[in-house]
């Protein structure tokens, strides 16, 4: 069975950093796009940060483009998500993705997306 496991978030205050891992399991994902993704209570999953196959291309939202960096380690299967000067604006639930492509073209539509882990809880507080 093919997984996507999330860890590392937790509450921080207001500039603070958190490093969030996606381990996959169950198959290897080291030619796929993946992409990191949050939802906050009561608005829509967004897109926050994506890494190409061989970790050479990243892609980032606006909102946290200059603070996150995305990673691929290709020989442990996990991806990773440093998130540096935190603000409250970023507390949701953050999902780590895997498209079925190397293809990075519409690395920030959810629907380029077909595993998705079960998330894992990231509060900012003021």
């Known amino acids: 069975q093919v997984r996507l496991v999330e860890s590392g978030g937790g509450l921080v205050q207001a500039g603070g950093s958190l490093r969030l891992s996606c381990a996959a399991s169950?198959?290897?994902?080291?030619?796929?796009?993946m992409g990191w993704f949050r939802q906050a209570p009561g608005k829509e999953r967004e897109f926050a940060a994506a890494?190409?196959?061989?970790?050479?291309?990243?892609y980032y939202a606006d909102s946290v483009k200059g603070r996150f960096t995305i990673s691929r380690d290709n020989a442990k299967n996990t991806v990773y998500l440093q998130m540096n000067s935190l603000k409250p604006e970023d507390t949701a639930v953050y999902y780590c993705?895997?498209?079925?492509?190397?293809?990075?073209?519409?690395?920030?539509?959810?629907?380029?997306?077909?595993?998705w882990g079960q998330g894992t809880q990231v509060t900012v507080s003021s």
């Open positions: 169950g198959r290897t994902f080291s030619s796929n796009l």
């Open positions: 993705a895997a498209s079925p492509l190397r293809d990075t073209t519409y690395y920030h539509a959810s629907t380029f997306y077909n595993t």
């Open positions: 890494v190409s196959w061989s970790g050479l291309s990243t």
